[in-house]
Nanobody, 119 residues
């Protein structure tokens, strides 16, 4: 089992920045990659970014490339999402998730943290 706890959400004006954190506990040695997803009201959950636990290979959704950066601190079992140049359309509940293998689905999820960007 892997437990995930997000933090760092809040209210920010357009053009501002926020940094989200996701602390993992439990069987963290089993983690292959960590991802960030978001879900806006009335919309389906969508992929934002991911990073492999070893090697730090990253991938981003086109909508956040150049604005968001995902990093990890293996010693702290924590993944971060630095969000810059925020837009109102970034408003959503942000979730982190853990994947236990390259062919596995993201099977562990945090409770989510609200990000609201005002225009």
């Amino acid at each position: 089992q892997v437990q995930l706890v997000e933090s760092g959400g809040g209210l920010v004006q357009a053009g501002g920045s926020l940094r989200l954190s996701c602390a993992a506990s439990g069987r963290t040695v089993s983690i292959y990659s960590m991802g960030w997803f978001r879900q806006a009201p009335g919309k389906e959950r969508e992929f934002v970014a991911r990073i492999t636990w070893n090697g730090g290979w990253t991938a981003y959704a086109d909508s956040v490339k150049g604005r968001f950066t995902i990093t990890r601190d293996n010693a702290k079992n924590t993944v971060y999402l630095q969000m810059n140049s925020l837009k109102p359309e970034d408003t959503a509940v942000y979730y982190c998730a853990a994947q236990l293998g390259p062919r596995n689905q993201y099977s562990y999820w945090g409770q989510g943290t609200q990000v609201t960007v005002s225009s």
